[in-house]
């Protein structure tokens, strides 16, 4: 577990969705696959960039499978 995503700057959202990528880039540079659970839709966008944008480790710049349970689907596309 490693806990939250340090937020300094928690109501400026472009700085937290920057912080969210680079603390899972960082993730998957150190070879671990996130489990992530819980926060608002949000945060998504910042997880899948840091896993599986251009660059990401991770996923060699391919794309990333995300597996999504929720009751709601404004996060569908």
């Given at each position: 577990?490693?806990?939250?995503?340090?937020?300094?700057?928690?109501?400026?959202?472009?700085?937290?969705?920057?912080?969210?990528?680079?603390?899972?880039?960082?993730?998957?540079e150190?070879?671990?696959?996130?489990?992530?659970?819980?926060?608002?839709?949000?945060?998504?966008?910042?997880?899948l960039?840091?896993?599986?944008?251009?660059?990401?480790?991770?996923?060699?710049?391919?794309?990333?499978?995300?597996?999504?349970?929720?009751?709601h689907?404004?996060?569908?596309?």
């Amino acid at each position: 577990d490693l806990g939250d995503v340090p937020l300094p700057r928690a109501n400026d959202n472009e700085a937290c969705i920057e912080a969210i990528t680079d603390f899972y880039r960082e993730v998957g540079e150190a070879g671990c696959r996130p489990v992530s659970i819980g926060g608002d839709h949000s945060i998504t966008g910042g997880i899948l960039q840091g896993i599986a944008g251009e660059g990401a480790r991770l996923t060699g710049g391919e794309k990333a499978c995300l597996l999504h349970f929720d009751a709601h689907t404004d996060a569908y596309h």
